[in-house]
């Protein structure tokens, strides 16, 4: 009877809490957290998808015709080199995170990353109408580094509840790179090419974003279970 009575206790108390809680009537929170998703995606992707005007900022000036199968040491190097701005800040941003994360309130958190997002985009969408044809090499450098800089806001602005949750990102940073850097990008001077077939980069990159999206967001649902 007392085990009865305590349970009885425990849901009339959790009762009363969901009772005092406020009600979402219009649906604001699932909208903020929308919105947080595509402040979070859209600028990164602008940098992914948008693969002829990188072509075109890094083409070869001194051609009056462009070949898009003679490409410049530019455009051959933007694929790898945002991989690496990508990756690396991550990974150095995510063990800072985890170690110090902790010292940093997430309200201040989640205003600084927001408003580095939004100028660095602001920034590197702005160079659209800006002739950058004499000076494409800093051009080169300059986008990689806010590339770098989102990335690594982007690990601050994400929050991983658990050591595991932690490492398994890290970890998947880690093994993701040196694959991508031995793909067959061409023209290259120095490292060997590994994986030269087509299938090999298409079952890394895929393996890529389903790490990074469904497989990693399934845990981080389920690390409290």
Not at 110 to 126: A, D, E, M, P, Y
């Amino acid at each position: 009877s007392h085990s009865f009575t305590k349970t009885m206790e425990n849901g009339n108390n959790k009762l009363k809490e969901s009772e005092n809680q406020p009600t979402d009537k219009f649906y604001l929170v699932h909208l903020i957290f929308l919105l947080f998703g595509i402040m979070h995606l859209l600028p990164i992707s602008f940098f992914v998808t948008a693969n002829d005007y990188w072509m075109h900022k890094f083409r070869n000036t001194s051609l009056e015709t462009i070949d898009p199968n003679d490409r410049s040491k530019l455009q051959s190097n933007f694929a790898s080199g945002s991989i690496i701005a990508q990756s690396i800040p991550t990974i150095i941003c995510m063990i800072l995170s985890t170690i110090f994360g902790y010292r940093i309130k997430a309200r201040r958190r989640v205003i600084i990353s927001l408003f580095v997002l939004t100028s660095s985009f602001v920034l590197s969408t702005g160079f659209i109408k800006i002739n950058t044809d004499s000076w494409q090499t800093w051009f080169f450098v300059m986008t990689m580094a806010i590339l770098a800089v989102m990335n690594g806001i982007l690990a601050l602005f994400q929050t991983l509840n658990g050591p595991w949750l932690s490492g398994i990102a890290i970890i998947r940073m880690i093994v993701f790179v040196p694959l991508f850097i031995f793909c067959n990008a061409l023209p290259r001077s120095h490292l060997p090419v590994l994986f030269s077939h087509d299938w090999q980069y298409i079952v890394i990159l895929a393996s890529f974003f389903i790490s990074s999206g469904y497989l990693f967001n399934i845990a981080f649902l389920n690390i409290t279970k």
